[in-house]
Each structure stands twice: as structure tokens, then as C-alpha cells.
Nanobody
Framework: QVQFAESGGGFVQPGGSLSVSCVAS????????VAWYRQAPGQQRELVAN????????YYLDAVKGRFTISRDNAKKVVLLQMDNLKPEDTAVYYC?????WGQGIQVTVSS
């Protein structure tokens, strides 16, 4: 069983920065790919970024490349998504994911 506690997010103007983080329970965190997804109202949930167990390889949605950075700390069971140069279209609820387990979601709002 995996449970996530998400934190961060919030409200920021375009061009600003926010981060979202998840702290996981359980003992499988360090053995699996972890990911961040987001879902805007009326939209499908989309994969934003993921990172391999050792943190050596990452994937980013084209729309966030160069602006978002995913990282992990397996000792602390934390996955972080740093979001820089935010745009209004980044506004969504962000969810951390590991296999079939999901965080509760955290709001990121980018608006002038």
C-alpha cells in the first residue's frame, strides 16, 4: 500500500515559479518509476513528467520541457516537481503517481 501526502502548489502570476511535492509511505517507492500528472477542468489527465527509480532518466511533456524539473529523493521517499516560468495553461490539479497509487491532487493556478 502506498499513500502520498502532497504539498506545495498555490497561486502565481505568469512567469513565476511553484513546486509540488509528494512524500510517500510504504517500501516500494525506490523501486518504481514515479510521475506527475495534471488535469484541468474538462480535460483528460495528462502525464507531465516521470523519473526512473534511480533518478537517472526523466520524461517531460513537450509543453513543459525546459520549464519543469522532476527529481526524487529515495531516502526521504519524496518526488518533487519544480515549475518555473509558469504559464496560464499550466493551471490544473497536479497528482503524483506510483503504479496504481495516486496523490490527492494539489491545485496550481497561474493567472495575471
Amino acid at each position: 500500500q502506498v499513500q502520498f501526502a502532497e504539498s506545495g502548489g498555490g497561486f502565481v502570476q505568469p512567469g513565476g515559479s511553484l513546486s509540488v511535492s509528494c512524500v510517500a509511505s510504504g517500501n516500494m517507492f525506490g523501486r518504481t518509476i514515479v510521475a506527475w500528472y495534471r488535469q484541468a477542468p474538462g480535460q483528460q489527465r495528462e502525464l507531465v513528467a516521470n523519473i526512473t527509480p534511480g533518478g537517472s532518466r526523466t520524461y517531460y511533456l513537450d509543453a513543459v520541457k525546459g520549464r519543469f524539473t522532476i527529481s526524487r529523493d529515495n531516502a526521504k521517499k519524496v518526488v518533487l516537481l519544480q515549475m518555473d516560468n509558469l504559464k496560464p495553461e499550466d493551471t490544473a490539479v497536479y497528482y503524483c503517481n506510483l503504479k496504481d497509487f495516486w496523490g490527492q491532487g494539489i491545485q496550481v493556478t497561474v493567472s495575471s
